[in-house]
């Protein structure tokens, strides 16, 4: 059966000088240096995992083991830190011996590749919508969500629980053989409440102005680094994201004062993951941003790089000028991942002007061996929205590498045949 090939990424192989072919250091300079390519794997939720353990499975070895390469970094899938952090009984966790025996496979099977994995830390906050029913839903305030839940107002009780549960998950993960922790800080999840006023309405020490509203961050981020260090932690941020009533009048006002507060109090920090201001899920616009506002990422980017824009009238004039950045250095060795949007077609473009590495979701989905096949100019498969979820083989790990389908031993749907 022929592979359905997505038309639009038919395209030749990048320059043979192109920035999307140099490989860029994460934890430049320190005693876990790793050299990685500019093709990441964004995190991405499956649903597959085994209900009642929330243990990944052994097709979850062989799914993460595909999408290994030489030099490439994986980002887990999200993965609940507490059993109070979850609330989606086939997601993962990363709280019990029998999650962090199941890890451990994954991860040597990504390292038997050549390959490095990272693990998204995540606490869902108001997303909870009940469906395990012993996961009581909390979040920063009682704003619920459409059909969710109201959630309870934290108390600072349960701040410091949830504290510590993300320094005992890093502990597990150091245990199951990750190589480094990113903090799911984006897309409406519990950090992300904290951080953004339309979320936190707090009047204690966790809510107010954007010092108030990142506390929690930084407490989080602290108890990561103690174990894993500053070099081997990465955060993912969403400053335009609009999934689950997210986004801040002023994204640059709170986002802009984080990011410099996160280089400052960690020079040497591993990576900021941020979501590119798109709109990947397809949701309507809405009022926000103020009007204006030219959304992108690249004042951040300036602050992480080091770049002075104080000389432009606003931060949305520097980032109409399109700027480019530098690679990391061992100064400011702190690389950048982008999400969203990126495809065969775009990313060379993309990389070349800002220095990032790319974390590509979707197509890493249906393209096993992605990188290969963006570095080496192959047709790269559309994607089938319809098995992201859907548990079992199908879609997830019977998917070809262009070698598969190029020698022709790939069938469609071999994975369902008796
Ligand atoms: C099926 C699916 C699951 C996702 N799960 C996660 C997740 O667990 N954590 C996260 O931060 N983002 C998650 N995302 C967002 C992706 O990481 C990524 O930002 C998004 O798909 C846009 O990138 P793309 O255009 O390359 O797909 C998910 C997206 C999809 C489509």
Do not use: C
């Not at 530098?326 to 949007?341: F, H, K, N, Q, Y």
């Not at 070698?403 to 031993?409: F, L, N, P």
């Amino acid at each position: 059966m022929v592979a359905s090939v997505d038309a639009v990424n038919q395209r030749s192989a990048p320059q043979p000088n192109a920035r999307l072919l140099k490989t860029v250091k994460l934890g430049a300079g320190s005693q876990h240096e790793k050299e990685i390519h500019r093709i990441a794997m964004a995190p991405l939720t499956r649903f597959r995992n085994t209900p009642g353990t929330q243990a990944p499975t052994d097709l979850a070895v062989t799914y993460y083991q595909q999408r290994a390469s030489p030099k490439g970094l994986l980002i887990n899938e999200a993965t609940f830190v507490s059993s109070e952090a979850g609330g989606y009984p086939t997601a993962p966790g990363i709280h019990s011996e029998e999650q962090v025996a199941a890890w451990k496979k994954v991860t040597d099977a990504v390292h038997a590749k050549g390959g490095y994995i990272y693990l998204q830390a995540w606490a869902l906050g108001r997303a909870n919508a009940g469906q395990d029913e012993g996961v009581e839903t909390v979040a920063p305030s009682p704003i619920g969500l459409k059909d969710h839940p109201v959630p309870r107002e934290m108390t600072t009780q349960d701040i410091d629980n949830f504290v510590k549960a993300y320094g005992e998950a890093a502990e597990n993960a150091l245990k199951a053989g990750f190589d480094g922790i990113e903090l799911h800080g984006a897309n409406g999840y519990l950090v992300n409440q904290f951080l953004e006023s339309v979320s936190n309405k707090r009047t204690d020490d966790y809510g107010g102005d954007w010092q108030g509203r990142s506390k929690f961050l930084f407490r989080v981020l602290d108890a990561i680094i103690n174990v894993f260090g500053q070099e081997r932690t990465g955060v993912r941020l969403s400053p335009w994201g609009r999934f689950q009533d997210m986004l801040e009048e002023d994204p640059y006002a709170t986002y802009i004062p984080v990011v410099q507060e996160l280089v400052k109090r960690y020079p040497k920090f591993g990576y900021v993951h941020f979501v590119e201001p798109r709109n990947w899920t397809g949701m309507p616009e809405t009022k926000y941003p103020k009007e204006g506002i030219f959304e992108s990422n690249d004042p951040l980017r300036a602050i992480i790089r080091g770049v002075d824009f104080s000389s432009y009238p606003t931060p949305s004039d520097y980032a109409k000028t399109n700027p480019s950045f530098e690679d990391p250095t061992s100064e400011r060795p702190t690389v950048i991942l982008s999400a969203a949007g990126h495809d065969a077609e775009n990313v060379e473009e993309f990389v070349e002007r800002t220095g990032d590495v790319a974390a590509i979701g979707r197509y890493f989905i249906a393209n096993p061996d992605l990188p290969e096949r963006i570095f080496k100019g192959y047709p790269v498969r559309k994607y089938d929205r319809s098995t992201f979820y859907s548990p079992g083989p199908v879609g997830y790990i019977d998917q070809p590498t262009y070698q598969e389908e190029h020698v022709g031993k790939w069938v469609e749907n071999a994975a369902v045949q008796p």
